[in-house]
């Protein structure tokens, strides 16, 4: 077990990268701390796979460094790392017996065979593959061959984190999340450091204590699940983690301030925030915003039930506004007015959120403002 | 495995299929299997002779000869061709222009029509005037094909080799760059070595295209004719008379009609025999 | 050791040129110098043999007659073999298994099995010295080779995509022209050019069933080599001049050629 630390890691596939889009990783600087559930979550394509094959030793980084406990391992090739990793599409070598795959990586190391015999009966009676284990890998269904390759990397005692590449992609639905509950069974168990990537907000926010967000090679925010939903540090984030997303709205600066539709934020922007940027932003996430009887006037476009609660789409212009309404609150027919709550107001710049906290809104209207702080404790289960 | 549907309607698309090798293949068997029970002296009188002619082919000594030289002859490409077409799949570029240049160029002696491949090495060997013979002769060996026996197969067997390894080259590759990615860095976690790699990885992966590319190269090998007719005429001697070459002498050079005809039936079926027993064995553990 | 791996495609590559090399510096040698003596590159450059190919009509029509009979097979055989194809791919019907297997024991003749009684069976039918008769003959194997491959691409082809054209309103035919025959063109290819290679270079048959009028250009390279007494450098030039079309083919295909040999089901 190790702590990971990444240390101005970049990466890019071609030898000569030029412009930004060159990089599949840009510049990354991020601490894995030993024995963490992490999930990595991301788009496709946003660098997930890059990073954990930087980690894993399978890709060398074009710049920066990689270190274990503060041991430098860049140049160190991936079978001497000491990682096991888990990949999207289950690897079983098909002319072994599942006793083989499983035995293989300590026989390559050179483990005593009493000692090899010992850690596979654990190892399979851990991840119910007693029964199997004479019976030729090739026949195994896709659940049991990824079990298979779990197990692969859960029998070397020595590894100092394991990494899981989309690893139930191809398991049916009711296994994957027998599967998952195993890896986090097993976590407890082993305390090793995991980290898993996968573009599935609920399996990031189930399996991990601190999800890592990816967006277009770089790591956008990285945080518990509750901070990742209060406090999106990027807008990408705010899209991507709760249900619906939240609502990022075009917004206008007047004295220093972003607003929107003549509210503002009490955020105050530098002058180095102001010139040069390209957009500004104000983000709302729909559990936050509610009808009133005096706000922002809106349509109403749509009305979706979803069981616990309803799903209002809003038009105001051109902007979409999702409100989320809980049962029991009545909705208007087909116009209606908004109020954000102001300490659930965010503002961005270019993307990126600025100002230290989650400041209150202030209206010219002087629409009285809600003091809900202490109730709006949303866990991230409720969001997924 | 998707489930296909049962439909008897399907034979009306295969038809044109069955008629066209029917009138191909049917035809000609026939008129085979007819000379093969009959005996003729010219003028179309045949008369009945039952199996003389199957005994008396499976008892002749020059059926034995050929037969085992051309036993010996495809055992020997076999055993050069597949593990040399494996190892240089095995070493061929994965990406770049490397990979187009490798396959265009190794692909040229799979299209050269067959009697060319045998007057391209013809005058390639030649002792005298051949840069091969020319070669051989100044680095003090003593060749000559159309003198004795030993160049002669050494020299059939390379160029066998030449005009077919590629196709062993061009099947293995391709088994080789449907093997996932996953697979080869599964690998690298595992700390597998080279050997363990290609054992335990790329030969299994390979197995259905290795599968196709042995059995062709068996029927194609066992079949050989326009080669070495071209470059050796079956000698010296009958040295490198194989079946097919002492069949066409029977039939068309000494017009034996009825011992080339059930010479014919035997050949045909040894080749059914030895495919279907080696795909039986080598699928046998499949499902 | 993996520094040096590019050294085997090489080695190879370059054991494969050598003969191809020697009859191109063949053909471009007069026949004094052939015989006389021995040089790694003309010396007395000339083009007299590939002049005499191009304008004596027993050699250029040979080469004509070669490509009309290939051309002709190759569309014969993809013709058919994509209807069969079809079926073999997409239903069960009687004796389907027994069917495919005897159409691929066709293709373990051996042409000097088939050689004489085709020569009978063509002359019976008055195609004989036709390039009709090479055309048909070499349906023998190309067909099955055909039908091998292109069900092996099929099988890749989803069965929604059939169903939902059949929902769609197409009729069969017109599915299968409009729709299924665009998707699996990388497969008409590749099964075109294997058909184009067999028949190309396939001698035994092609001719036996000519004679004077269809024969082919490997035909007459042969009775070359044994009526007038060995003309190399005109051997050579004939030699050289058959590895053009299969030089092209393999040009157009090369991205397909690894793929096209993988598909097909054994």
Wanted: charged share 15%; aromatic share 12%; proline share 5%.
């Amino acid at each position: 077990m190790a702590t990971i630390k990444l240390n101005n890691l970049r990466h890019s596939y071609l030898d000569n990268p030029r412009g930004d889009e060159d990089w599949a990783l840009k510049k990354v600087d991020l601490t894995w701390e030993d024995g963490g559930a992490y999930a990595l979550l991301g788009s496709s394509g946003c660098g997930k796979t890059t990073m954990l094959n930087l980690i894993s030793g399978l890709l060398t980084p074009s710049e920066g460094s990689i270190q274990f406990d503060n041991k430098d391992v860049t140049q160190i090739r991936a079978e001497e790392r000491n990682i096991a990793q888990v990949f999207q599409f289950p690897v079983v070598y098909d002319t072994m017996t599942v006793r083989e795959n499983l035995a293989f990586p300590l026989r390559n190391r050179g483990v005593a065979k009493p000692e090899i015999d010992k850690r596979v009966v654990e190892i399979a009676q851990m991840l119910d593959l007693s029964e199997s284990l004479d019976t030729r890998a090739q026949g195994l269904t896709a659940d049991g061959k990824q079990k298979i390759s779990l197990g692969r990397g859960l029998v070397r005692s020595d590894v100092n984190a394991i990494l899981f590449d989309e690893p139930l992609t191809v398991i049916d639905p009711h296994l994957k999340w027998q599967l998952r509950s195993k890896l986090k069974e097993l976590h407890q168990q082993f305390g090793a450091t995991m980290i898993y990537v996968t573009h599935d907000q609920t399996e990031a926010l189930t399996f991990a204590d601190k999800v890592v967000v990816m967006h277009d090679g770089m790591v956008v925010q990285s945080g518990t699940p509750v901070e990742l939903f209060e406090s999106p540090e990027h807008t990408f984030v705010g899209h991507f983690i709760g249900s619906p997303g939240m609502n990022v709205l075009p917004g206008s600066v007047v004295d220093e301030r972003i607003g929107y539709c003549g509210y503002t934020v009490d955020a105050h922007l530098r002058a180095d925030q102001l010139n040069g940027a390209d957009s500004f932003e104000l983000g709302i996430r729909p559990e936050f915003v509610h009808f009133a009887d005096q706000g922002i006037p809106v349509d109403i476009v749509k009305v979706s039930n979803t069981g616990r609660v309803r799903i209002v789409d809003t038009r105001h212009d051109n902007d979409l506004i999702r409100v989320v309404v809980p049962e029991g609150e009545s909705i208007p027919a087909d116009k209606g007015y908004l109020q954000f709550e102001p300490y659930r107001t965010t503002t961005y710049v270019d993307g990126w959120r600025v100002g230290d906290k989650v400041t209150p809104i202030s209206s010219r209207t002087g629409a009285a403002t809600r003091s809900q702080i202490s109730q709006s404790q949303t866990s991230a289960g409720s969001a997924s | 495995m998707s489930q296909k549907a049962q439909n008897n309607k399907a034979w009306w698309l295969v038809m044109p299929v069955v008629i066209l090798v029917a009138f191909n293949a049917v035809i000609p068997l026939m008129t085979v299997v007819n000379y093969s029970v009959q005996e003729t002296f010219g003028d179309n009188v045949f008369f009945y002779e039952g199996l003389k002619w199957f005994g008396q082919v499976l008892h002749s000594e020059r059926f034995h000869e050929a037969l085992g030289r051309q036993f010996l002859f495809t055992g020997i490409v076999l055993l050069i061709e597949i593990p040399l077409g494996v190892a240089i799949a095995l070493a061929m570029p994965r990406k770049g222009i490397g990979v187009s240049i490798c396959l265009v160029l190794m692909s040229l002696p799979l299209l050269i029509p067959w009697n060319v491949v045998g007057a391209m090495w013809n005058i390639f060997a030649l002792p005298d005037i051949g840069l091969l013979g020319k070669t051989l002769n100044a680095m003090g060996f003593d060749y000559n094909y159309t003198r004795q026996p030993f160049s002669a197969w050494a020299t059939v067997v390379a160029m066998d080799v030449w005009h077919w390894t590629s196709l062993v080259v061009l099947l293995a590759y391709a088994g080789l760059t449907a093997i996932p990615e996953d697979y080869f860095q599964a690998a690298r976690i595992d700390g597998a070595s080279a050997w363990s790699v290609f054992r335990y990885i790329q030969l299994p992966k390979m197995k259905r295209v290795l599968t196709i590319a042995i059995l062709l190269r068996f029927m194609d090998s066992f079949m050989i004719y326009t080669e070495p007719f071209v470059l050796t005429g079956g000698g010296p001697g009958n040295t490198t008379t194989f079946l097919s070459i002492d069949l066409v002498k029977m039939a068309l050079g000494q017009f034996d009609l009825g011992p080339a005809a059930a010479m014919s039936i035997i050949y045909f079926l040894i080749i059914l025999l030895v495919s279907w027993l080696f795909y039986t064995f080598t699928m046998r553990n499949e499902n | 050791m993996s520094r040096l791996k590019w050294l085997v495609p090489t080695l190879y590559i370059v054991f494969l040129m050598l003969p191809i090399y020697w009859l191109l510096n063949m053909s471009f040698k007069n026949t004094n110098e052939i015989l006389g003596t021995f040089s790694l590159w003309p010396q007395t450059f000339t083009l007299e043999n590939y002049k005499t190919i191009f304008t004596d009509p027993t050699w250029y029509n040979g080469y004509l007659n070669s490509i009309s009979y290939v051309v002709v097979n190759t569309i014969i055989a993809v013709t058919v073999a994509l209807p069969a194809a079809y079926a073999f791919s997409r239903y069960r019907f009687l004796g389907d298994k027994h069917l495919f297997f005897w159409l691929l024991t066709n293709r373990m003749a051996p042409p000097a099995v088939f050689a004489l009684p085709f020569i009978q069976l063509y002359s019976a039918v008055g195609l004989f010295d036709t390039m009709w008769a090479v055309a048909l003959a070499h349906c023998l194997f190309n067909v099955p080779l055909a039908v091998w491959i292109l069900e092996g691409f099929m099988s890749g082809v989803p069965k929604e995509l059939d169903e939902t054209a059949y929902i769609d309103g197409y009729s069969f035919p017109r599915f299968f022209t409009r729709i299924f025959i665009p998707t699996i063109t990388a497969g008409i290819g590749v099964t075109a050019f294997f058909c184009f290679m067999f028949s190309w270079v396939e001698l035994l048959l092609a001719k036996s069933l000519t004679s004077v009028a269809a024969k082919p250009i490997a035909a007459t390279m042969t009775k070359t080599a044994s009526s007038s007494g060995y003309e190399l450098g005109l051997l050579a030039a004939a030699g050289a001049l058959t590895l053009i079309p299969g030089a092209i083919v393999i040009w157009f295909v090369r991205n397909y050629i690894a793929k096209g040999f993988a598909l097909g089901r054994v």
